[in-house]
């Protein structure tokens, strides 16, 4: 799917995001069948044409729980800073591929409390799911480990 900026900001803006939120562990934030569900339903979002948002609040048994989320955006920044994308980055009126992030945010995640990488690019998303999964499932049990190893 492409699209651009101006578009990206109507949808984010017009509340058109389809979002999906849950609890769990940190163990159960890294199952497979947990991360399954979560990259398909942002593949059946992208592939009906509309940005996505599947959101873990993820229980810690230390400290404050952690918001680990799969995302949809034109680059690497989350969605609740779509405003970044303006004139500087990107242009207003050219399109381009929507891809799928990686969001953690915790301020024990690293020095910015914030760690996003893209999971999925436009040629990625017609792949393997399984290959997602593996590369989300690795992403999330390094990450939280890094929280884990920060407030010991």
Not at 47 to 56: N, P, S
Not at 86 to 109: A, I
């Amino acid at each position: 799917m492409k699209m651009s900026v101006a578009d990206y900001l109507a949808q984010l803006t017009g509340d058109q995001v389809v979002t999906e939120r849950v609890d769990k562990t940190a163990a159960q934030a890294q199952q497979k069948t947990v991360l399954t569900a979560a990259i398909k339903f942002m593949i059946d979002q992208l592939d009906t044409g509309h940005l996505g948002q599947y959101e873990m609040t993820v229980k810690m048994k230390k400290g404050d729980p952690v918001s680990v989320r799969l995302e949809t955006n034109l680059i690497n920044i989350p969605m609740a800073e779509a405003e970044r994308l303006d004139g500087k980055l990107l242009d207003k009126e050219l399109e381009y591929p929507v891809n799928l992030y990686m969001v953690m945010e915790s301020e024990d995640v690293n020095k910015t409390g914030l760690r996003i990488d893209e999971l999925a690019n436009e040629t990625d998303q017609n792949g393997s799911v399984t290959s997602l999964v593996e590369r989300a499932q690795a992403w999330v049990a390094e990450h939280l480990a890094d929280v884990v190893e920060a407030r010991a």
